[in-house]
C-alpha cells in the first residue's frame, strides 16, 4: 500500500494507454494496482479489483481513443466497481477526451455527445477528471466535478525552440485554432499565419487561402488532434505552394485514422510532433513521428491533488 502526503493512494491502469500509465507509476512512485478486465463470450466487460480501495484515493489512467466506446465501457465499469468498494476519491486521468468533437449541436437533431459522457462520467461516480487540450474549453462546463485541463503547449514549446529556427513562423490550419497558435508563437518570439479553409464533409477540408506571410520560411503547423491528416497534408502542400522553406507539424493528440501514416509518410512534412496522449502501434509510427512524453506533467498534477497543493504552475513553461 502507497502512502502519499499522509494519504493512502492506489493507481490503476486500464490497458488503452500502458506505457503512460507505467510512466506516471515511476514519477509518483507507487506502483499500478492489480486489476482484473476481461470479456464474456457476448463482448460484455467484467472487472475485479484484486486488492482493497476502502478509504483510498485513487488513480485510474484510461484514454478514450479507438477503440473509444470499449474504452469508455471499461473506464465506466472500473468506476462503479470502485465507488462499491470504498474507495475515497475516484480521480480519471483521461489524457484524450473520446466524443470532444461533439460538444454543439452543429444541425438541428444531433446529440451533444461530449455533454452525456460527461454525465456519465459522474453517473458512475467519478470525483475528478484530469485531462488535456480539450477539443473545445466549454467542455469542463459541462461537468459538476473538478476537471482539469491540463496543457501540452509547454512540452511542444521547448521542442521547438531548441531547434532555434532562424526564420519561423506558427501556423493555426483554421481560424478556430488562431489563439492556439499565438500562444506557441508568443512562446518563441516568432509570427503567425493562418490557413482560410473549408470543409465540405467531414474529415475533407480545401485551402481557400493563407493569411500571413510564409515566404522562405519554416512553418510549424499546430493543432490539437490530427485524425485522418487529410487537413494536415492538405495545408502543408498549401504552404509549400506558397514559398515556404519547410514544414513541422504538431498536435497534443496522435489519432492518426485510417490513411493517416501514409498520408503523413508521402507528405512535405519534416516532422510531426506529437504527445503520448495516445499510445501509438506499430503500425502508427513512422520516422516523421516524434513522440514526447506527457507523464511529468500527470504525474505532477497527482502529487499536487493529494497534496492539497494548486495546479496552476503546470500550465506554465519552466526555464
Avoid: W
Amino acid at each position: 500500500m502507497a502512502i502519499l502526503y499522509g494519504k493512502k493512494t492506489k493507481l490503476f491502469s486500464l490497458g488503452s494507454n500502458a506505457e503512460l500509465g507505467e510512466q506516471v507509476s515511476n514519477f509518483i512512485d507507487v506502483p499500478l494496482s492489480a486489476i482484473s478486465v476481461t470479456e464474456f463470450a457476448d463482448g460484455e466487460i467484467s472487472v475485479n479489483i484484486e486488492e482493497t480501495v476502502r478509504e483510498h484515493d485513487v488513480f485510474i489512467v484510461q484514454s478514450t481513443n479507438e477503440p473509444v466506446n470499449d474504452n469508455y465501457m471499461k473506464l465506466l465499469i472500473t468506476i462503479d466497481a470502485l465507488k462499491r468498494a470504498s474507495a475515497r476519491n475516484i480521480n480519471v486521468i483521461m489524457p484524450y477526451y473520446g466524443y470532444s468533437r461533439q460538444d454543439r449541436k452543429a444541425k438541428s437533431r444531433q446529440p451533444i455527445s461530449a455533454k452525456l459522457i460527461a454525465d456519465l462520467i459522474q453517473t458512475a461516480g467519478a470525483t475528478r477528471v484530469l485531462t488535456m487540450d480539450l477539443h473545445a474549453s466549454q467542455i469542463q462546463g459541462f461537468f459538476n466535478i473538478p476537471i482539469d485541463n491540463l496543457v501540452a503547449f509547454p512540452i511542444i514549446a521547448d521542442y521547438f525552440e531548441a531547434k532555434n529556427f532562424s526564420n519561423a513562423v506558427v501556423v493555426s490550419p483554421d481560424h478556430g485554432g488562431a489563439t492556439r497558435a499565438r500562444q506557441l508563437a508568443d512562446a518563441l518570439s516568432i509570427p503567425i499565419a493562418i490557413i482560410d479553409k473549408r470543409r465540405p464533409m467531414p474529415n475533407v477540408a480545401e485551402v481557400m487561402g493563407i493569411i500571413g506571410d510564409v515566404k522562405g520560411k519554416t512553418c510549424i503547423i499546430i493543432d490539437d488532434m490530427i485524425d485522418t491528416a487529410g487537413t494536415l497534408t492538405v495545408a502543408a502542400s498549401a504552404l509549400m505552394e506558397n514559398g515556404a522553406k519547410e514544414v513541422y507539424a504538431s498536435c497534443t493528440h496522435p489519432i492518426f485514422s485510417g490513411p493517416a501514416i501514409e498520408r503523413i509518410k508521402n507528405s512535405v512534412i519534416k516532422e510531426v510532433v506529437v504527445t503520448n496522449t495516445i499510445q501509438l502501434s506499430a503500425a502508427r509510427k513512422t520516422e516523421k513521428v516524434i513522440q514526447l512524453s506527457v507523464s511529468d506533467l500527470f504525474g505532477q498534477a497527482v502529487l499536487n491533488i493529494i497534496n492539497g497543493e494548486p495546479l496552476s504552475g503546470l500550465f506554465q513553461r519552466r526555464h
